[in-house]
Nanobody, 122 residues
């Protein structure tokens, strides 16, 4: 079992950058694919990025491709989401998740963090 904790969210102006972190407060990332999802008020949760645990293969939502970069450091049991060129529409609660296979489908992930708020102002 893995317990996940996100950090690094906050307010930022459009065009700015933030780096989110997801750390295992219990358990280890070893063997798990990791992902970021986000949910804006009144909207459904949506996939942002996912990264495999081997070789570090990644995939991204089209809306963030070229702006966001997901990475992981298994020695530190930490995953990151570097977010650049932020837009107001990126405003959401960002959550990390762990599962057996890299996937853009939320139900494929067994473990979730509580989320961290990102607010982008224009």
């Amino acid at each position: 079992q893995v317990q996940l904790v996100e950090s690094g969210g906050g307010p930022v102006q459009a065009g700015g950058s933030l780096r989110l972190s997801c750390t295992a407060s219990k358990g280890t990332f070893t063997g798990y694919a990791m992902a970021w999802f986000r949910q804006a008020p009144g909207k459904e949760r949506e996939f942002v990025a996912a990264i495999s645990w081997t070789v570090g293969g990644t995939n991204y939502a089209d809306s963030v491709k070229g702006r966001f970069i997901a990475s992981r450091d298994d020695a530190k049991n930490t995953m990151y989401l570097q977010m650049n060129s932020l837009k107001p529409e990126d405003t959401a609660v960002y959550s990390c998740a762990a599962g057996m296979l890299r996937s853009p489908i939320a139900s494929r992930y067994a473990y979730w963090g509580q989320g961290t708020q990102v607010t982008v102002s224009s």
